[in-house]
């Protein structure tokens, strides 16, 4: 068994100030407050389909509008995930879910590979759901993937309710992560990888890794 994995994260610029604390082994326990029901709802969904543990805490120019406080929580709950894992010693790496919610399926394939990189094949029927706007959820995958250094792809199959829509890139984002993070015994402390590391930092790892 490893050490607990664990972190804390705080980010504080002009525009947001994001508290964070995760436990990649934890149970999905959660306690999220953004500001945003909507994004609130969607980090809820995240850390009870990963199990991971999350506490999150927002105070954003939410006056101007939603978008710093969206991009920003990705920024913080990846760079956590990302010091959690530490080296990756012993990870499965790779995860993938394919979530149906009602009318909608969405996939998700995603690499824990120290490069970041995110292909979004998301369409949104609408603009907005409630106050926010749907194109905001792109930012929110973008900049998880790049601090968390996590190459993910995103692809909504079909699907003709937003709601649903977003949700479910949640939710396999979630069970994705949930295998990929996962401690396989098999690999007995070594890391997943022929180079011998995948890289502590986002953009580490190179080509091959």
């Known amino acids: 068994m490893t050490d607990q994995r664990t972190a804390t994260i705080e980010r504080v610029t002009k525009e ?17 407050a953004t500001g945003i029901g909507f994004l609130d709802h969607m980090l809820e969904q995240l850390s009870r389909h ?9 105070d954003g120019d939410l006056h101007i509008d939603f978008h710093h406080t969206t991009e920003d929580s990705g ?11 530490g080296a ?25 590979s120290g490069r ?5 094949n998301v369409t949104m029927p609408q603009a907005k759901l409630g106050d926010m706007d749907t194109e905001l959820f792109k930012e929110w995958f973008q900049a998880f993937a790049q601090s968390a250094g ?3 792809h995103v692809r909504n199959i079909y699907g ?16 994705a992560l949930r295998q990929a993070v996962t401690i396989d015994a098999r690999m007995a402390g070594s890391v997943p990888s022929t180079k011998g590391t995948l890289g502590g ?9």
């Open 16 to 32: 947001t100030r994001i508290n964070a604390d995760v436990n990649l082994d934890g149970t999905g326990k959660y306690d999220v």
């Open 116 to 120: 970041p990189y995110l292909v979004w």
């Open 88 to 112: 990756r010693v012993g990870i499965t790496r790779y995860g993938a879910a394919s979530i149906p919610m009602d009318e909608t399926l969405t996939e998700v394939s995603l690499d824990i």
């Open 160 to 175: 003709e309710n937003t709601h649903h829509i977003v949700e479910s890139c949640y939710k396999a984002l979630a069970r």
């Open 201 to 209: 930092e986002p953009g580490a790892g190179g080509a091959g890794a």
């Open 75 to 85: 920024y913080v709950v990846g760079e956590a995930v990302r010091k959690a894992l």
């Open 150 to 152: 996590i190459t993910l």
């Open 50 to 58: 990963s199990l991971i543990d999350l506490t999150l805490r927002a």
